[in-house]
């Protein structure tokens, strides 16, 4: 499975981007890890085929919405009231199992990263 990110760029303080991810095959949960300077890729959020309520990170509660088009297998993460600490490189991922996880190492499939940077 190949995944395509796309949707990143330059955003203000307080605006809005929105990313999307297409799979080339069907996955079971696919989700949104980001990596900033100098830190470990963290998990953003994730939704499953299978259905069940998406999870998030705590950051980013209330900010961004994980959604999915079924037909196109491909999800999207609505990013709202961006601020600078959402600099980063952002990552889509995908595993076969439907069962949601915030692990990294637990997803088989990378996108390449997608660049969002938010400037105060």
């Known amino acids: 499975v190949q995944l395509q990110a796309s949707g990143g760029g330059l955003v203000q303080a307080g605006g809005s981007l929105r990313l999307s991810c297409a799979a080339s095959g069907r996955t079971g949960t696919m989700g949104w890890f980001r990596q900033a300077p100098g830190k470990e890729r963290a998990f953003v959020a994730v939704?499953?085929?299978?259905?069940?309520?998406?999870v998030y990170a705590d950051s980013v509660k209330g900010r961004f919405t994980i959604s999915r088009e079924n037909a196109k297998n491909t999800v999207h993460l609505q990013m709202n009231n961006l601020n600078p600490e959402d600099t980063a490189v952002y990552y889509c991922?995908?595993?076969?199992?439907?069962?949601?996880?915030?692990?990294?190492?637990?997803?088989?499939?990378w996108g390449q990263g997608t660049q969002v940077t938010v400037s105060s």
């Open positions: 991922a995908a595993r076969s199992a439907t069962v949601m996880t915030t692990t990294r190492r637990a997803y088989n499939y």
């Open positions: 939704i499953s085929w299978a259905g069940g309520s998406p």
